[in-house]
């Protein structure tokens, strides 16, 4: 729905630039909410429960932070949520990490 708003109803309301950033936040949301679903599935393989709710965790807090971030800028042009972003974006890498620990960890 994101992206259909973006596409179809911020034309025309905000620039080209606007709308780059906004379809850059859409994908970054909807490759991690994919991987939300990964790490559902991949509790029931028997690796760590524990750091899949970890990597879980900063996968949700990377898309509130940096996805949310580019929303609200591109939405409202306030501008002090811009260094936001970045903190979004290294909650993505530690889940993703956290994520492929979890992986090469032994069973428990």
């Known amino acids: 729905m994101a992206g259909a708003f ?3 109803g911020l034309r025309g309301m905000v620039g080209e630039r606007g709308l780059e ?3 850059t936040a859409v994908t970054y949301q909807m ?3 994919i991987a939300l679903v990964l790490v559902a599935l991949l509790s029931a393989t028997g690796l760590s429960r524990r750091l899949l709710g970890v990597a879980g965790g900063f996968f949700l807090a990377g898309i509130l932070l940096f996805s949310g ?3 609200l800028l591109v939405l409202t ?3 002090w949520v811009g260094p936001v972003t970045p903190i ?3 909650c993505f890498m530690v889940g993703w990490a956290v994520l492929v620990a979890a992986a090469l960890r032994r069973p428990e």
Do not use: E, K, W
Request: net charge neutral.
């Open 6 to 8: 973006g596409a179809h």
């Open 21 to 23: 950033v906004f379809q």
């Open 31 to 33: 490759y991690h909410a």
């Open 69 to 71: 971030s580019l929303y």
């Open 77 to 79: 042009d306030i501008r």
């Open 88 to 90: 979004g974006g290294v």
